[in-house]
């Protein structure tokens, strides 16, 4: 009787060890991945297949996919989270016939539109999104993937919502921790383009056109999330792009593209400091036309400041250019795009060419063109060459090719498996080989 039990304690143990174990591995998938360059904007067609405002173009596959029926008009603005998850903004009310306002949310591991938590009932006729954010959680649960990611939402534009028993107006901000949508302290702005969270941090920038209780205009808002309260930022108007990168010479820098900055020196792009609110051109000069839009990548030069991208209309004939270091702004390869940059963004390091997007790869996107650089063969490539379109976003993103698997059922609860790492899973190996060798000579 005692052997049956000890034996059958053995196998217990046995199962929860390599159960427990066995969730921690499958919860965070990463090879194979695809690279993927998705799109949003106002087009009904692309190469004669119907996509409706919003796709992507696979890099490995070399082809346009769509995501389920699009929407049912523009797509203003696009972006991705750290998990690789599609945003999508604009002037359009349905998903298919799904109505779901002007803001949707594409899971990329399931290939879906998920429920957001709004709907077009919820925002008066005629809102439109022109600018979001966002920033995750580095940890989720399998439940999670099924819909919205724990990750804040920021969304701005020109409409008015109401939620959660409050209205907002132009802005409007999901709380992962409370689950639900809030509305934020009073801003008086007319138009807002562009938003950008500082990581790990409680300040989001707004680019646009503002105003305080004096009516003086702004062109740069700052909301602190800790005090609930905006801050006006002197010096910019007719912002284009916010861009926040804490590999940027340190963390409290900032790259802004503008029309007009007080400090003089300044022409189409300043640095930010966020410390002692200084503007630089630490970021270089555009001396001539206008910018639209910043990335930026450390290591592709011998310079640890690194290189900064910049797309729109200006450097004379090309539309996009490359600084690297302290250098000059110039045309990258020789077959440079000319036509005005609406949506631009960048492959990074991460050696990824077996998807077709090696560190330094530019796309591009306006009115009726879609270009890429490919930095293995230095030279850009068209991928579209029809015309009648409008694309106004792009985001390029890595992701794996299988969605991630449902878990295995475990003893444990969720707050418990979260903590099991790796580390702990050897421990508890070498704590079921001792704890066997114990049984085993007790038996005999």
């Known amino acids: 009787m005692v052997k049956t039990l000890l034996s059958a304690a053995a196998c217990v143990l ?28 106002s087009f009904t067609t692309l190469n004669d297949t119907r996509y409706n405002n919003v796709a992507y173009y ?34 359009f009310t349905q998903l298919g016939t799904k109505k779901s306002g002007p803001l949707a949310v594409w899971n990329v591991y399931h290939s879906k539109w998920v429920d957001t938590g709004l ?9 439109v999104v022109t600018a979001i954010s966002t920033e995750c959680t580095n940890s989720y649960d399998f439940d999670s993937t099924q819909g919205l990611f724990p990750c804040d939402i920021y969304i701005a534009g020109n409409f008015k919502a109401s939620v959660s028993g409050s209205n907002a107006t132009n802005i409007l901000y999901y709380h992962h921790k409370n689950k639900k949508w809030e509305t934020q302290a009073t801003l008086n702005a007319t138009y807002i383009t562009v938003i950008s969270k500082v990581v790990n941090n409680n300040m989001v920038f707004y680019g646009g056109k503002f105003h305080d209780a004096n009516g003086k205009e702004y062109g740069l808002a700052m909301y602190d999330t800790s005090s609930s309260s905006w801050i006006m930022i002197d010096g910019v108007s007719g912002v284009t792009d916010i861009y926040y990168n804490s590999h940027i010479y340190s963390s409290d820098n900032m790259f802004i593209s503008a029309s007009i900055f007080a400090y003089s020196q300044c022409k189409g792009i300043c640095n930010f400091n966020l410390r002692d ?54 045309a990258i390869s020789t077959n440079y795009p000319k036509e005005t940059v609406l949506g631009m963004d960048i492959c990074g390091l991460k050696a990824y060419d077996v998807t077709g997007c090696k560190g330094g790869s530019v796309a591009v996107v306006g009115q009726n063109f879609f270009k890429f650089y490919d930095a293995n063969d230095n030279m850009w490539k068209s991928l579209l060459s029809e015309n009648g379109f409008v694309l106004n976003s792009i985001s390029i993103t890595n992701i794996p090719e299988m969605p991630i698997p449902s878990p295995i059922p475990s003893p444990f609860p969720s707050s418990v498996q979260a903590k099991i790492s790796s580390s702990e899973c050897n421990s508890f190996k070498v704590l079921l080989f001792i704890t066997f060798l114990f049984i085993f000579h007790l038996i005999n």
């Open 277 to 330: 609110g200084s503007w630089t051109t630490r970021s270089g000069i555009i001396s001539t036309g206008s910018v639209n839009k910043i990335r930026y990548i450390n290591g592709l030069s011998a310079s640890n400041v690194g290189s900064i991208f910049v797309g729109g209309s200006f450097m004379s004939e090309s539309s996009v250019g490359r600084r690297d270091g302290t250098g000059e702004y110039s």
């Open 58 to 91: 696979d890099l490995k596959e070399k082809s346009f996919k769509a995501m389920e029926n699009g929407t049912n008009d523009e797509v203003k603005v696009l972006t991705t989270d750290s998990y690789g998850n599609v945003y999508i903004g604009g002037a």
């Open 119 to 127: 709907s077009s009932s919820d925002f008066t006729p005629g809102s």
């Open 14 to 41: 046995f199962f929860i060890t390599t159960t427990a174990c066995m969730v921690s591995a499958i919860a965070l998938p990463s090879i194979p991945v695809s690279t993927r360059i998705y799109i949003g904007g």
